[in-house]
């Protein structure tokens, strides 16, 4: 390993990518160079999203490029950067990484289409295109495009303030839960209601099937 790596940590942990970047450009050996970016682009990708893909994309190792790209968009779209994470997703080469990556910006997109708009949102208040939605299609099942806006697809149930983000479809069963945990009907004047509503034991939450053929998880 180039003992220049430890340094550019200490410079990147400092608050210094500049420095770091600098630095790295003295290293002759390509992969420790390429790893140096790497960690660079990640620094720069919460303040300065343009330089991060500038750096991004002058990795020299393929397989390392693609998994910074990668990850760099995640980092955008967690800022409500979602031009910018769509940009850098689809600059991935390996195909397999490239639809990962936009199929987790779908995911965060639809997430905060879900949380924070009820009534839907305007592909131009996102920066965003039609040619980009194409670009993340398919889309979630609980979001759609309409008439330019991304809408909510399902109901959406507010608990104390926030929505729950667990979105199961009807009739599949959810994966394992804490050991005490068991499937069991919910009843109403002893009888069993549908099995479409179901309740958890010892205080877990409930199930309540949509009307479009999901569910969301509320708290009974």
């Known amino acids: ?7 550019i940590k200490r410079l990147l942990n400092g608050g210094n990518p500049g420095a770091a970047l ?9 992969y420790w160079r390429d790893y140096a970016l790497k960690w660079i682009a990640e620094a720069y990708a919460m303040e300065r999203p343009e330089k991060a893909l500038e750096v991004a994309e002058s990795i020299s190792t393929e ?14 779209s967690k800022s409500g950067l979602f031009r910018q994470a769509i940009l850098a997703a689809s600059k991935i080469k390996s195909e ?4 990962k990556a936009l199929k987790a910006v779908s995911a965060m997109l639809a997430r905060a289409i879900v949380e924070k708009h009820n009534t839907g949102v305007s592909l131009s208040e996102l920066g965003l295109d039609e040619g980009d939605i194409e670009l993340l299609k398919p889309l979630p099942q609980w979001i759609s495009l309409k008439d330019g806006k991304l809408m909510p697809g399902s109901e959406l149930l507010r608990m104390k ?29 002893g009888r069993n ?14 199930l309540r099937s949509l009307s479009t053929g999901l569910g969301c998880l509320k708290n009974p």
Do not use: C
Not at 2 to 7: M, P, T, Y
Not at 193 to 206: H, I, K, M, Q, V
């Open 1 to 7: 390993m180039d003992e220049r790596l430890i340094e």
């Open 22 to 30: 600098a630095l790295a450009g003295n290293i002759k050996d390509t």
């Open 161 to 189: 303030g926030e929505f729950r983000n667990a979105v199961v479809p009807q009739g599949e069963t959810p994966g394992r839960f804490p050991q005490g945990q068991r499937w069991g009907h919910r009843e109403r004047g």
């Open 63 to 76: 397989s390392l490029r693609d998994e910074t790209l990668r990850d760099i968009s995640y980092v955008f």
């Open 193 to 206: 209601t549908s099995s479409s509503t179901l309740r958890f034991r010892s205080g877990a939450p409930t």
């Open 96 to 99: 397999f990484t490239r639809k």
